[in-house]
């Protein structure tokens, strides 16, 4: 079965800080993927997607991640932190058949 | 566009009643999913429509879950009767393409006492 993983469930940064969430899913054929956001209290929002074309993905707030198909990786990054990423981040890829397969998500706590 | 809208935005209910959790997907898009949230479950996928017809149901946890989509725009979650371990945030979400975005509603946060 087509699955996700989130390698850290909760990473402490320091503001200034270089941030990368690893993600690593099971599927082998074309995939879409996405990084979710959740800040406290709030609903799921896109930070980005990769459905093709530059492996490399650049989103909002700064965030970018890089599609790397032989590792079957998408990678989270952020060069510097800040106190406002204080969030919960969800990686997830569609399966085929339009379910929208989610990781177990990484709690980012940012210290100011 | 006012984004995908759920109703209530919040329900405390006691065990054994019924509950009934309304969304409301963004204007043209065709697909509709329904998610729950709990701490030790995460997001799981309950049931998704595509063009108001139930696709895949294999994540409604019991019987006492039912959802409908009676037309593109509307579409309804229950759990009759309810039980304390069904309180979580039920977040709907709709796209425009199977494969496409899924764009979150704000969620219901269901309290069962």
């Known amino acids: 079965a087509q699955s996700v993983s989130q390698h850290n469930h909760h990473v402490i940064l320091s503001e200034a800080a270089s941030l990368e969430l690893g993600c690593n899913y099971s599927?082998?054929?074309?995939?879409?993927l996405f990084w979710y956001v959740q800040y406290p209290g709030q609903h799921l929002q896109l930070l980005l997607k990769?459905?093709?074309?530059?492996?490399l993905v650049k989103g909002i707030k700064g965030f970018e991640a890089e599609f790397i198909k032989s590792k079957f990786s998408f990678n989270l990054r952020k060069p510097s932190v800040q106190w406002s990423d204080t969030a919960e981040y969800f990686c997830?890829?569609?399966?085929?058949?339009?379910?929208?397969?989610f990781g177990q998500g990484t709690e980012l706590s940012v210290k100011p | 566009d006012a984004g995908v809208i759920q109703s209530p935005r919040h329900e405390v209910t006691e065990m054994g009643q019924e509950v009934t959790l309304r969304c409301k997907p963004i204007?043209?898009?065709?697909?509709l999913f329904w998610y729950r949230q709990t701490m030790m479950r995460g997001l799981e996928l309950l049931i998704y429509?595509?063009?108001?017809?139930?696709?895949?149901d294999s994540g409604m946890p019991e019987d006492r879950f039912s959802a409908k989509m009676p037309n593109a725009s509307f579409s309804t979650l229950k759990i009759q009767p309810s039980e304390p371990r069904d309180s979580a945030v039920y977040f709907c979400?709709?796209?425009?393409?199977?494969?496409?975005?899924?764009?979150f509603g704000p969620g219901t946060r269901l309290t069962v006492l």
């Open positions: 429509f595509n063009n108001n017809v139930p696709i895949d």
């Open positions: 990769y459905f093709s074309g530059d492996p």
């Open positions: 599927y082998g054929g074309t995939v879409n």
């Open positions: 997830a890829v569609i399966h085929p058949e339009g379910k929208l397969i």
């Open positions: 204007s043209g898009h065709n697909s």
């Open positions: 979400a709709s796209t425009s393409g199977y494969t496409d975005t899924q764009y």
